[in-house]
């Protein structure tokens, strides 16, 4: 009864499982996801959606957030095409930032069109900005927004788009020319506007969790905007510091050259030190959670990372702090880091034991160096510190990742059960825009697939081997799968001997491991011979008693190894309550105020 007295929504923002139809299939999803913290539906959600909401909300455009991959994922029996045909919106914006969501956003567009056949669909991020044009072809797209800042741009496109009126089409509106950022579709031409913003700063961005929540009450909606699975036991949140990035590691697509080819972001926009470090207080007054700082803070120089750490004062923040390192840093930094944070932890990806297989993957930093910031940050106190190796970067050989591996375990070895190693695949995507996508044969890799369609395609792949898109001169895709479930059993071993990982977690992931190498032999027999198809192949699978899920989640490492600790009260509502209490207040005040003055 209350959500039909419910106002409409100018905006529902809506993210999509990175495989639509995962319920239905027995996909081998494999270590794909075991490093980040979210199942291989890929379901944590862009933090860009809570800066959208926020800054079209402050010009007059309600906005609503839905993460379907998690309501799918939380309920194998939710309906999502009941579900979407209780919605009301004037458009739909679907994420695509990262491209294993390909498929997942081309699926629930193509749905949500049919059932809402007269709202415009609006597509954005990386990935929707790199294939804009192919993007825009399906029928069923309007618009793609793109860049990596998108704010802006959404405000004018949005108030076009009210202003039209229900039911009229999109297409023969000339005024989306006018909006900068855009792709779009005027009758069967599709025009690209070159007008774009790109951010210089981020100063009027925020990292407004406490926005979330406003929006939850306010849709009577609290599953739509959980942002990962179990984020209500672990309620982790992030800290945006920049956009863009100075390094140019090989692989990403977020890279410094990425961001220039593609994006149009010249220099990084930085957030200024001093709102980050307000930002982190006030977060810290509404989670006892960890709070993850996005972006290395000292690639934007020492001064910066030391204005935002005098910038934290004597506060002595409690949450468990975590600290991105793109390069080793000084002991002075972690002294300094130190005195704000009793609880800090620190993450490093050196993809590589070997200096000079790093160094081809665009990282030119030593080990030497690295193991000495490991050092000086141990013993100013940090809780634990992450590093990850990675399978399928340039001049990597079998031989070169089990070494990677026996490194790992002389690291345990002189450091301790604070430093925990982790090893995963390249997988399943080579991101487009990154240098080894863009010049393959330079760097040493086959690209599989260019197309945006092949990619979509990809993702209904049986097996993760078959959704890779790339093979290097130095590893196969057969060789990229087999030496990831060698490469993880001998982490397994190694942390079990030295106490990392307790007997529960040793053999729940040597399970999965043994049984992943039977269901990926076993897809491979079945695969020529049924032709790719994939629902006899899934027939097949179930056939073997062998029944995959997303649960399934701890391929190559415990699930819970990549976690910070957590009070089983992560978040403090009544603060949470009171500053939603004060905020109503405000703007009702704000309101009646304008009232008398327009009198």
């Known amino acids: 009864m209350l959500r039909k007295l419910l106002p409409k929504t100018d905006l529902i923002l809506i993210h999509p499982p990175s495989v639509f139809d995962f319920r239905k299939r027995n996909i081998l999803f494999g270590p794909i996801s075991d490093v980040v913290p979210s199942t291989p539906a890929f379901e944590m959600y862009p933090i860009g959606f809570s800066s959208i909401a926020e800054r079209l909300s402050k010009n007059g455009i309600s906005v609503r957030i839905i993460n379907l991959a998690y309501l799918m994922v939380n309920d194998e029996n939710f309906n999502v095409k009941k579900y979407l045909a209780k919605l009301k919106a004037r458009a739909f914006g679907i994420s695509l930032h990262w491209l294993p969501h390909a498929n997942g956003a081309v699926e629930l567009a193509k749905l949500l069109k049919e059932i809402h056949p007269h709202t415009p669909m609006i597509f954005g991020g ?16 309007d618009f793609v927004v793109r860049g990596d800042s998108t704010e802006r741009a959404l405000v004018p496109l949005m108030q076009r788009i009210k202003g039209r009126g229900d039911g009229k089409s999109v297409k023969s509106d000339q005024s ?59 309620p982790i949140t992030m800290m945006v510091t920049c956009r863009g990035c100075t390094e140019n590691c090989v692989i990403c697509g977020g890279s410094n050259f990425a961001m220039r080819k593609f994006l149009g972001r010249k220099i990084v926009a930085y957030r200024d030190p001093e709102l980050v470090a307000r930002d982190i207080v006030s977060l810290s007054r509404y989670t006892r959670a960890p709070i993850f700082v996005v972006g290395d803070i000292l690639q ?30 000084p002991e002075s930094f972690f002294e300094m880091v130190a005195s704000a944070f009793p609880n800090v932890n620190y993450e490093i990806s050196p993809e590589t034991h070997d200096d000079d297989v790093r160094k081809l993957s665009g990282k030119s930093y030593k080990k030497d160096a690295m193991e000495e910031s490991i050092r000086m940050a141990l013993k100013h106190g940090t809780k634990k510190f992450d590093i990850f190796f990675m399978i399928g970067i340039p001049g990597q050989d079998k031989e070169s ?101 307790d007997e529960a977690t040793y053999h729940s992931v040597k399970r999965l491991l043994e049984r992943d190498l039977k269901l990926v032999s076993y897809i491979d027999e079945i695969y020529e011979s049924e032709k790719g198809d994939i629902w006899k192949i899934d027939e097949k699978i179930r056939s073997l008693g062998e029944k995959i899920d997303l649960d399934d989640i701890g391929i190559v490492c415990g699930v819970d190894e990549i976690k ?9 509502f009544f603060n949470i309550g009171l500053a939603i209490t004060v905020d109503v207040i405000k703007r009702v005040v704000n309101n009646v105020l304008g009232v008398f003055k327009k009198g």
């Open 176 to 234: 989306f020319g006018e909006v900068p950022n855009l792709t779009w579709k005027s009758g069967d031409e599709v025009i690209v506007n070159e007008d774009c913003i790109v951010e210089s700063d981020l100063n009027d961005f925020s990292n407004n969790y406490l926005n979330l929540f406003k929006n939850s009450i306010k849709f009577l909606d609290i599953k739509g905007m959980t942002p990962i699975y179990d984020w209500w036991r672990y």
């Open 401 to 501: 990742v089990m070494e990677t591996v026996d490194y790992s375990g002389y690291l345990m070895e002189k450091f301790g059960q604070k430093l925990v190693p982790f090893i995963s695949p390249l997988a399943p995507f080579i991101d487009p825009g990154s240098l080894a996508f863009e010049h393959p044969e330079k760097h040493g890799y086959k690209i599989l697939f260019r197309t945006f369609s092949e990619h979509v395609e990809a993702l209904n792949a049986p097996s993760w081997k078959y959704m890779l898109n790339y093979e290097t001169k130095w590893l196969s895709r057969d060789d990229i799968v087999s030496t990831t479930y060698a490469s993880g059993a001998g982490m397994n071993e190694l942390k079990r001997k030295s106490g990392h990982i």
């Open 126 to 141: 990386y990935s929707s900005t790199y294939f804009h044009k192919d993007v825009i072809e399906y029928p069923f797209v």
């Open 300 to 329: 934007a120089g020492y001064d910066y990372a030391e204005t935002v750490i005098k910038g934290i004062g004597s506060k002595k923040i409690k949450n468990q702090m975590v600290l991105e390192l793109f390069n080793p840093a």
């Open 564 to 572: 910070w600790p957590v009070s089983r009260a992560g978040f403090k």
